[in-house]
T-cell receptor
Framework: DAGVIQSPRHEVTEMGQEVTLRCKPI?????LFWYRQTMMRGLELLIY????????DSGMPEDRFSAKMPNASFSTLKIQPSEPRDSAVYFC????????????FGPGTRLTVL | GENVEQHPSTLSVQEGDSAVIKCTYS??????FPWYKQELGKGPQLIID?????GEKKDQRIAVTLNKTAKHFSLHITETQPEDSAVYFC?????????FGGGTRLMVKP
């Protein structure tokens, strides 16, 4: 398997623009997680899905953030409108089961909002 | 919610020495404690994990210990090598969610 795939790897946009990050989890994994990594806040969980259903989105910072998982092989994280403080590395991870199981991380998307 | 503290934030050792990273957690319901290694420009990768019913686990040069009573766990790397240089994260899992510590930048000097 190719592992977790994320696109784009780098995104530079201007404040106010819509940004869409994409993730393809490992085939057969039932859980998908979106994380954000910054120097100030470290690695924080934004939202996770089980069998394509959002389970906990308490980490989503604001209504400007939304995530979807239309099928088992694809998820998106959207920011609309984007702000400079959204600049971070966004990771997608997947696992076979939930707690107590290894999460496999993608390479991340480095987002810069000017 | 869960809170995980990690120390030290940076650690510099000589090649061949041992390195120890310590973490504490707050939620006694947490039952799974993985350690991740993150290299520059890459996503975190699991290196070892321990569950709440085990006190110690070892995998070659890496070992992890867990003290449930005190709510702390530690990562031990022996015979460090330059390729061990990276950022290491501890985490605690409860209800399918991982809470990460702030990370430790380990530098192994040849």
């Amino acid at each position: 398997d190719a592992g977790v795939i994320q696109s784009p790897r780098h995104e530079v946009t201007e404040m106010g623009q819509e940004v869409t990050l994409r993730c393809k989890p490992i085939s057969g994994h039932d859980y998908l997680f979106w994380y954000r990594q910054t120097m100030m806040r470290g690695l924080e969980l934004l939202i996770y899905f089980n069998n394509n259903v959002p389970i906990d989105d308490s980490g989503m910072p604001e209504d400007r953030f939304s995530a979807k998982m239309p099928n088992a092989s694809f998820s998106t994280l959207k920011i609309q409108p984007s702000e400079p403080r959204d600049s971070a590395v966004y990771f997608c991870a997947s696992s076979l089961s939930g707690g107590g199981d290894e999460q496999f991380f993608g390479p991340g998307t480095r987002l810069t909002v000017l | 919610g869960e809170n995980v503290e990690q120390h030290p934030s940076t650690l510099s050792v000589q090649e061949g020495d041992s390195a120890v990273i310590k973490c504490t957690y707050s939620d006694s319901a947490s039952n799974y404690f993985p350690w991740y290694k993150q290299e520059l420009g890459k996503g975190p990768q699991l290196i070892i994990d321990i569950r709440s019913n085990v006190g110690e686990k070892k995998d070659q040069r890496i070992a992890v210990t867990l003290n449930k009573t005190a709510k702390h766990f530690s990562l031990h790397i022996t015979e460090t090598q330059p390729e061990d240089s990276a950022v290491y994260f501890c985490a605690a899992s409860h209800r399918n969610m991982l809470t990460f510590g702030g990370g430790t930048r380990l530098m192994v000097k040849p």
